[in-house]
T-cell receptor, first 116, second 114 residues
Framework: KNQVEQSPQSLIILEGKNCTLQ??????????LRWYKQDTGRGPVSLTI?????NTKSNGRYTATLDADTKQSSLHITASQLSDSASYIC???????????????FGRGTSLIVHP | NAGVTQTPKFRVLKTGQSMTLLCAQD?????MYWYRQDPGMGLRLIHY???????AKGEVPDGYNVSRLKKQNFLLGLESAAPSQTSVYFC?????????????FGPGTRLTVL
């Protein structure tokens, strides 16, 4: 069964500090890995996406890494802001049926709270 | 360009009642998805569609039906609601083009079944 595990479950940091969120997965056949940000009461919004051949991808203060050999990914947030308070969700997609479709498996998310 | 919209935003049902959730997208996307999100759990795929007139089961399809009669709309139906279907429902759409295809999510529908 495809699984995506995220850690920590929750994290509290002070504004301006950096943090790193972790994602481990067992998804096959692997297609891509995304990180989403979900604000309270809103739908998830894509931050980064990486395929098998990519090992890092940045989006502003967000940097995602992927180690396809160990099946691990991390999301690093630099110089955190109050607006970074949200749930961060790791999503790994497998190639699905019909051909060309991609079936996502979602992690439970890491809840990040940034305090002033 | 409204993106992905969902109707209604909130709904309370009694056990056994039926209802339909509507998802609409104006991005001309081929793929559409319905998810449910429960506390402490990741989003789980209920059903999805890879084009007008086609649907497929996801991870948790039991108790739900879907229809994609028009490309821009994806309907999720509950024929006989149960308390276990209390959840937040998200619709998403994507172009379906390539492995870096990104899903765009709607704002969600909060459903309570009493």
């Amino acid at each position: 069964k495809n699984q995506v595990e995220q850690s920590p479950q929750s994290l509290i940091i002070l504004e301006g500090k950096n943090c790193t969120l972790q994602c481990n997965y067992t998804v096959s056949p692997f297609s891509n890995l995304r990180w989403y940000k979900q604000d309270t009461g809103r739908g998830p919004v894509s931050l980064t996406i990486m395929t098998f051949s990519e090992n890092t991808k940045s989006n502003g203060r967000y940097t995602a890494t992927l180690d396809a050999d160990t099946k691990q990914s991390s999301l690093h947030i630099t110089a955190s802001q109050l607006s970074d308070s949200a749930s961060y969700i790791c999503v790994v997609s497998a190639r699905g049926v019909p051909r060309g479709s991609y079936i996502p498996t979602f992690g439970r998310g890491t809840s990040l709270i940034v305090h002033p | 360009n409204a993106g992905v919209t969902q109707t209604p935003k909130f709904r309370v049902l009694k056990t056994g009642q039926s209802m339909t959730l509507l998802c609409a997208q104006d991005m001309n996307h081929e793929y559409m998805y319905w998810y449910r999100q429960d506390p402490g759990m990741g989003l789980r795929l209920i059903h999805y569609s890879v084009g007008e007139g086609t649907t497929a089961k996801g991870e948790v399809p039991d108790g739900y039906n879907v229809s994609r009669l028009k490309k821009q709309n994806f309907l999720l139906g509950l024929e006989s609601a149960a308390p276990s279907q209390t959840s937040v429902y998200f619709c998403a759409s994507s172009s379906g083009q390539g492995i870096t295809d990104t899903q765009y999510f709607g704002p969600g529908t909060r459903l309570t079944v009493l």
